[in-house]
């Protein structure tokens, strides 16, 4: 066993207290990121494409750090199943213990493990991977830094030790700005365990390496300006947000070869001995578990559930997801509303979910990184061009995600541009995950009559303006414009409707009902009949509905609700509790109390 | 028996020599084709060279043959008899540099026969019909250079300037963006295909014209607040001490058809002359009644004419596709500065059209504009050609180089020989350079797009090729001098009317 030869022979307390510990940060993790914080796999693995090509490769090796995030996609294109995500962040977590646990022997041979401090890099990483934005490169680029602080202290030659540091430019280049951590780290080794001249020499080298590799990098090897030599890619570009446990973890690698310093002449008796692992056990793992049960984000969580069914167009999950446990979240509001827009109930079921931002749930804006989920709403109503555009920009500042291609080549193809599409599915191609679904758009390149059999393609170039107009930055126009160049699209008929829905606007919501029956349709949809039934008992005139006639179903709902009304005129907040029991989905509901 | 040292050296040459010998006839060899079928047609290849016009100093013409075949054998052969093989097992065929070198050298004014010939295991092999290239021996400079970009809409990432020589596959950048705060770069202009006098305009925080005079690179702002915006499209003088920009007013638009993309139309322009010398900014002062736009302003080689675009202001709810812009040009005196009247070069209005990017040969014999159906930005239009103007006698005639889609950005190499043009006749989106041998008139070249190492590299390139320019060096200043430029503080130039 690789750690059995790490433990000292006959520790059979602390040999067992290490595994102890190994396998409940194991289980910890395993059972936390399986079960409850396995948005992040869904989140990161979508926000990255990695894809097998030398030319994604040298956009990465152009610059320092940027192999070891190559690395970290690479490893991240995993997390495309929840099962492979929690193995591979685990086996990391364990991975880095191993590490400190050979770092620890090689710093104090002959005493015991300081549990704690191997522990404490890795629960402070279990910690930090709750965040979305804690990415799979920064934890390699932690390990690689244990990894070669225990290189340059393992063997104790001075020539050995001098060529390790002279390697630092390769370590710099694969690592980035970790290497800086490693700086850090040696050299308050050295301070603390060289001896004579070697514990100044080893530094003052090590800085003049340092030093030389910096101004060849910035100078000579690659065109990257000074922050981003500095920076990149440690997680701290938003010092805003920047986490204390991050603090913590930075101090707990810098501080390592001090720690275990200062606990090293610790002497105990043996029955203290024996009890301090099981101490640090019972602390360091339930505060851990305490800490990642706190500030978890169930509305976060539930938006990704909700994106990860947009992604594979299950519409009805998306509605049943937000009737069931709503959304409090605009974005996930946009997306219920989108699904009921892609099943042609939007003016049926609006408020059968939620609504608590009005009209804004209909579309996002269009800017930084609500343009990738902005992008539905266009390709909803037939606005192609608008949402291949968006997909552009998408690609041009975040570079490939699954849904941008995807986006790209579905809008390609719509629009005809078949050799451009060409380009992007065989992108595409060279992917784990989606080279089936670029496959199968590929037969479509050959044969472009499938494009006309596919229900989407074919029903989104139906939906295809019939005139030429410029889009604008209100969406309202937008759909406007739509309707003027092709007055048969009912997706965009029925945004324009509960836009005024949402905005209680029920006199244009009646002057648009007349339209309706020229547009197709043979019955009003549900929350469009409430408002006529509220226009007519708020004007008391009957309004021109081009033909269509009100369902007397709703004409005695509209009853029953007034009856209510009626019955709890004098105590509105009891009227509204009743209310939201039986009629919260209603227009009337939304009008009276929303 | 005891050998000495020098006779086992001796030994051991004289098995090693023929091993070396037979190894080396043996990879030289190429299959003598007896017996194989006709194929009766020429193979697919990609790019398209067959019947291509390339300067005798080209780099290797590389391709990828794009026929269903295992194994393909190459067979390069000059008009007076210089042989070069290359063999190919995926369709990918890349001459030797050397080799090609000698192959172009030995044959100048002639051409090249390409031969393929295919096999398939266990099958008769096939021979295809010969493709043809013919070498002018007129050489194009040796350095392209071009801005690189992704193809579209608002944001741009990263952006970078490069300089490619035409005769190797050696590339270096000139200007990469992530250096200056990732700001956009555009209009490189070269004085005279002179590759230590150009400027570029840099457009963010640390935005400004960045002059670059053998190796020192000046920091300007040009902008004025009676310029209707940035100085935009410029054009140097000869004598090297003027540079005429046009100022515009840009904005764009997104088409929601599938037809076009992207529409962008100047609502104000006007042209300004920078001093370069004096660093002021002078008010080009026209002696029309009418308001007018002027854009894209290109002077005649001797200095004597500014030619450029121009059409009638529009007014507030204009119909962009009524927007015409005539090639217009106008007298200078290089002594006083000062303009002549206007005279009407090319009237495109007159045929429903309009005009962009005059530019004319150094020689000052020809003039190649962008024709399209309306507006100012040619680079989304479909329909955009390049159309030829014998000066001598305005006889204006379309260039047979044009294709299917957008023709837009030209520049004239400096002996006024070749053509570099901007086409996105690959794949309708991004822009590629492409070269075309002038001889006269009606004598131009096929058209071919500057060959690269891996011929399959347009493929999966996503970046379009922007402005592309002949320079007659390689440039000395890289991306770190613009970036310790743009640390310093800019150079205000003085608005002047005075001209």
Redesign the interface.
């Known amino acids: 066993m690789l750690i059995d030869n790490c433990l000292q022979k006959g520790k059979t307390t602390e040999k067992f207290a290490v595994y102890l510990s190994l396998s409940l940060l194991f289980v910890i993790s395993a059972t936390y990121f399986y079960w409850v914080g396995n948005g992040i796999f869904f989140y990161q693995e979508n926000r990255l494409l990695f894809i097998f090509?030398i030319?994604y490769l040298q956009k990465f090796a152009i610059k320092p750090g940027g192999l070891v995030e190559y690395a970290g996609n690479f490893l991240t294109q995993y997390y495309y199943s929840d099962g492979a995500g929690t193995l591979i962040i685990s086996s990391f977590l364990i991975l880095l213990c191993y590490i400190f646990i050979k770092i620890n022997r090689r710093l104090s041979p002959d005493r015991s493990i300081s549990l704690m401090f191997i522990l404490l890099p890795s629960c402070l990483i279990l910690l930090l991977q709750k965040r979305y934005d804690h990415l799979m490169h920064f934890n390699l680029g932690y390990l690689l830094v244990a990894m070669w602080f225990l290189l340059s202290i393992a063997i104790p030659e001075k020539l050995f030790r001098l060529i390790v540091l002279a390697l630092f430019p390769l370590f710099f280049y694969l690592v980035g700005s970790f290497a800086f951590l490693y700086l850090g780290m040696f050299i308050i080794y050295c301070l603390i365990y060289e001896k004579g001249v070697l514990r100044y020499l080893f530094p003052v080298f090590l800085i003049v390496i340092v030093v030389l590799t910096f101004i060849v990098f910035k100078?000579l090897l690659f065109?990257?300006?000074i922050d981003?030599l500095l920076r990149y890619p440690l997680p701290i570009v938003d010092l805003k947000s920047f986490p204390k446990f991050l603090y913590l973890l930075l101090g707990c690698f810098m501080l390592f070869p001090l720690l275990i310093k200062i606990f090293d002449p610790v002497k105990l008796k043996k029955k203290f001995a024996e009890i301090i692992p099981y101490a640090t056990i019972l602390t360091i793992f339930p505060v851990t578990v305490i800490l990642l049960s706190k500030h978890n984000d169930p509305d976060t969580a539930n938006l990704f559930k909700i994106e990860k069914a947009i992604y594979i167009q299950d519409w009805d999950a998306i509605i049943n997801q937000h009737q069931s446990s709503p959304s409090t979240n605009v974005i996930g509001q946009y997306y219920y509303n989108l699904a009921l827009s892609e099943k042609d109930q939007l003016c049926e079921k609006l408020f059968f979910g939620r609504q608590d931002f009005g009209s804004k749930s209909l579309t996002l804006q269009r800017d930084n990184e609500l343009i990738n989920r902005a992008i539905y709403f266009y390709y909803a109503i037939g606005?192609?061009?608008?949402a291949h555009?968006l997909a552009?920009?998408s690609?041009?500042?975040y570079g490939y995600r699954p849904e941008n291609i995807k986006l790209l080549i579905k809008t390609e193809l719509?629009?005809?541009?078949y050799?451009?599409a060409e380009?992007y599915i065989?992108v595409l191609k060279k992917t784990l995950h989606y080279r089936n679904w670029a496959i199968k758009y590929e037969k479509m390149i050959i044969n472009h009559q499938l494009i006309n059999t596919d229900p989407e393609l074919a029903g989104k170039i139906r939906l295809?303006?019939g005139?030429?107009?410029?889009?604008r930055p209100n969406d309202a126009q937008n759909i406007e414009?739509?309707l003027m160049?092709s007055p048969y699209n009912k997706r965009a008929f029925e945004y324009k409707m509960s836009r005024f829905l949402l905005e209680r606007d029920i006199v244009s919501v009646v002057n648009e009902v007349r339209k309706m029956k020229e547009m197709g349709y043979t019955n009003i949809p549900r929350h469009i009949e409430e408002a006529v039934v509220t226009f007519i008992n708020i004007y008391k005139e009957l309004p021109d509905l081009g033909g269509l006639d009100i369902n007397p179903e709703t004409k005695s709902r509209f009853f029953q609700y007034s009856s209510f009304c009626n019955l709890y005129s004098g105590n509105k907040s009891r009227l509204q509790k009743e209310m939201k029991k039986s009629e919260r989905n209603t227009f009337w509901y939304y009008y009276q109390f929303k | 028996m005891k050998i000495s040292k020098p006779e086992l050296r001796k030994n051991k040459l004289q098995i090693l020599v023929p091993i070396v010998v037979i190894l080396f006839l043996l990879s030289c060899k190429t299959e003598n084709y007896d017996d194989f079928s006709e194929m009766g047609r020429e193979p697919v290849i990609e790019p398209d060279y067959s019947g291509v016009t390339i300067p005798q100093n080209i780099a290797p013409m590389n391709f990828n043959i794009l026929e269903d075949e295992g194994f393909y054998n190459i067979r390069a052969t000059s008009s007076n008899g210089t042989i070069l093989f290359v063999k190919s097992s995926d369709g990918i065929v890349r001459f030797p540099q050397k080799s090609w070198k000698k192959l172009l050298a030995d044959n100048q004014g002639g051409k090249i026969k390409l031969e393929v010939f295919s096999e398939n295991k266990g099958e008769k092999a096939r021979k295809y019909d010969p493709i043809y290239m013919y070498v002018a021996k007129e050489a194009v400079d040796p350095y392209l250079c071009y801005r690189l970009l992704?193809p579209?809409?608002?944001?741009?990432?990263e952006m970078k300037i490069v300089q490619r020589s035409t005769e190797d596959f050696k590339e270096s950048?000139v200007f990469?963006n992530?250096?200056l705060?990732d700001n956009c770069v555009n209009c490189h202009s070269f004085s005279h295909n002179n590759p230590d006098k150009f400027l570029l305009h840099v457009r963010g925080s640390m935005g400004g014209t960045y002059f670059v005079d053998n190796g020192k690179v000046k920091r300007t702002t040009l902008q004025s607040q009676f310029m209707p915006g940035n100085a935009v499209y410029p054009s140097w003088h000869p004598a090297g001490k003027y540079v005429a920009f046009s100022s515009n007013k840009t904005v764009q638009?997104?088409?929601?058809?599938?037809?076009?993309?992207i529409?962008v139309y100047d609502l104000s322009s006007t042209l300004v002359i920078y001093d370069t010398e004096k660093n002021e900014m002078i008010a080009c002062v026209g002696n029309d009644s009418v308001k007018y736009m002027e854009t894209f302003p290109f002077w005649s080689p001797s200095g004597e004419y500014l030619y450029y675009c121009r059409t009638e202001q529009v007014i507030q709810g204009f119909d962009f596709r009524q927007v015409k812009y005539d090639l217009i040009r106008k007298s200078f005196d290089q002594e006083s500065g000062v303009f002549g009247k206007p005279e009407v070069v090319f009237n495109a209005r007159s045929i429903n059209k309009s005009v962009s990017f005059p530019v004319i040969s150094p020689d000052g014999q020809y003039l190649v504009f962008t024709l399209h159906d309306y507006g100012t930005f040619s680079i989304w239009h479909k329909e955009a050609d390049l159309y030829l103007i014998t000066l001598k006698n305005a006889k204006v005639d379309k260039m047979s180089l044009n294709s299917n889609e957008t023709e837009s950005y030209h520049s004239w190499s400096s002996n006024s020989k070749w053509l570099v043009f901007s086409s996105k006749r690959?794949?309708?989106?991004t822009a590629r350079p492409y070269f075309a041998y002038f001889g006269s008139s009606d004598s131009i070249g096929k058209p071919f797009v500057l060959p690269q190492k891996d011929p399959t590299m347009y493929?999966?390139?996503?970046k379009t090729y922007n402005r592309p320019e002949f320079i007659t060096g390689k440039i000395k200043v890289g991306?770190?001098d613009f970036?310790r430029a743009s640390g310093k503080e800019a150079i205000k130039a003085i608005w002047t009317e005075k001209k």
């Open positions: 090509s030319e100078e065109l990257q300006p981003h606005l192609i061009s608008e555009h552009f920009e690609m041009v500042n719509i629009n005809g541009n050799r451009i380009q065989n295809l303006p005139n030429d107009f410029f889009i414009l739509v160049a | 992704y579209g809409y608002e944001s741009w990432g950048s990469e992530q250096l705060k638009a997104f088409h929601m058809r599938p037809e076009k993309n529409e690959g794949d309708g989106l493929k999966r390139n996503e991306p770190r970036a």
